[in-house]
């Protein structure tokens, strides 16, 4: 399956998509290509799983990153599909927009088990909570490092004290 | 009776402090659980928050020694693909042969570390010996050995010049002629396949399912590789095609001595690419913008967010970049290397194998984790402590006792 008719299907089951090509190579010209999906929170797993139905192979999960929107924690599941295949390989985003004000998402390790890392990581990072995620543990931050202090966010819960450790940082 | 056998935060076998909690019976692994959080950097954070995206390129050479090439240039592409930079013909060429000229330092390095596991030493002195070529090559076109500051937004810093395109080429023939010395003494040797043969297997379903990437996955018999699925730089002029251990032996198991066979294929392959690179490498600029000042300000000026993966030499490097117009920083910075997501196939691999077989096995995936030190054994809930030397002992007691 292309990058073409993936955002083929997902339109046609009423998602918003758009593709981004990037050319590489010198004498042999070839495109990467990316496909950007944006999901609504409650339809993650929807998603996950009919991209699973819609790959020949098992989608390979790669990180999820975030990003901090002022009123929104910006969520990005990353998978790659068609691998194996010379030159037919592509990135597939799905992006969530979750309100500050409730940032919950359902955890998707039950259908992708590789996500167990990433998830634990955005959780003690961006403070997003994964419901029914079976390990909630720190991944990175030590066991006591202060709750409700989220250090890749840009608001109040960013950590202020590691700051005063550079002498002549700007802020 | 079950006990627990904390391995790490710091130890040889983990390059990296990491904290490894294993539930055994008798010398039989039943559970494994890995605890990461033991040395975090915040290196996003700084990129985020302190450095300008020049700086950052810097910083993240610094993720990791050995991959000093891989971070960098996944983060260049990402951040040209948001900004649109476009870089020159020849320094995609250069951008090639420096990705695989660390390759083979990396799997050379690797396969040392491997021979030590096993308490083969004279074999790890002969392999970091046979390294030396390379690194010799690559302090000659760099200036340094690690920590090489060779890529740049939009081409490289440093040209490869006529001068040294023989002394390249002499250590290319250098590592034909060692090659086959090597694959001869790792695959034939009677002791190191006793070692690795069926030990620490990973199914082929399980490897995708666990999202492994690199010669973990490949060995594995999938065949995924970012430099023949999704090329970048000018790697689709090379055609690069992916290796499983079947090309050699025909057949697929999945465990340490197919992880060794991928590894050793891949510097032969990575050798032949040098070679053409050398050979089609078109003349002209290195650098599409030299003025770092005005590059800075393009960047800060451009919106738009990408995702850029490498072919690292342990598997595949991921860097999500999102650019705001007018913020000073990189606005989102998402580092994945490929150990982050090859321990979770440590599981599989080590459950019911021998303590013994702990560190050929976690080192079989070559993990980019840093240092020595100590392991405690919690039994009976009074604490023993093993040293590094401990461990390293049991495994070339098993070694020596294979052998009798």
Known sequence: MSAEEIMQKFQEAGYEVWVKEREAGVKNKVKRKSVWIKVDREKIRDAVEYLTELAEEYPHFSIISASDEGDEVELNYHFTLGYGKLLEEFVVTFKVALPKSDLKIKSITNLI????????????????????????????LTKDFPDGVYPWRRDETAPKETNKLYEGWKK | MKYEVPIGPIHPALKEPIMLKFTLEGERIVDVDVIASQNHRGIEWIGMNRNNPVQSIYLSERICGICNFCHPACLVMAVEEAAGIESPERAEYIRVIQGELERIHSHLLWAGVAAHELGFDSLLHYVWMVREKVMDILELINGNRVTKAIIMYGGVRRDIKDEHIPKIKRMLDYYKQAFGKLAKLFLEDKTIKMRTREIGILPYEEAIKLATVGPTVRASGVKKDVRQDMPYFAYPDFEVKAITPDMLTGETIGDTYDRIIVRLLEVKQSIEIIEQA?????????????????????????????????EAPRGEDIHYVKLKSGFEYLYAWKVRAPTYINILSWRPMLLDMQIADIPIVAASIDPCLSCTNRVVIVRNNKEEILTADDLHRLSVKKTRRLLR
Request: hydrophobic content about 45%.
């Open chain 1, 113 to 140: 088990p590789a996500a167990i890392f990433s998830e634990r990581e955005m959780r003690e990072m961006m403070g997003v909570e994964f419901e029914e995620l079976p390990d909630k543990r720190h991944l990175f």
């Open chain 2, 278 to 310: 050398l050979d089609e490498m078109p003349p002209g600029d290195i650098l599409a913008e030299p003025k770092i000042i005005k590059l800075i300000n393009q960047i800060k000026k451009a919106e738009g967010e990408a995702v850029a993966r490498y």
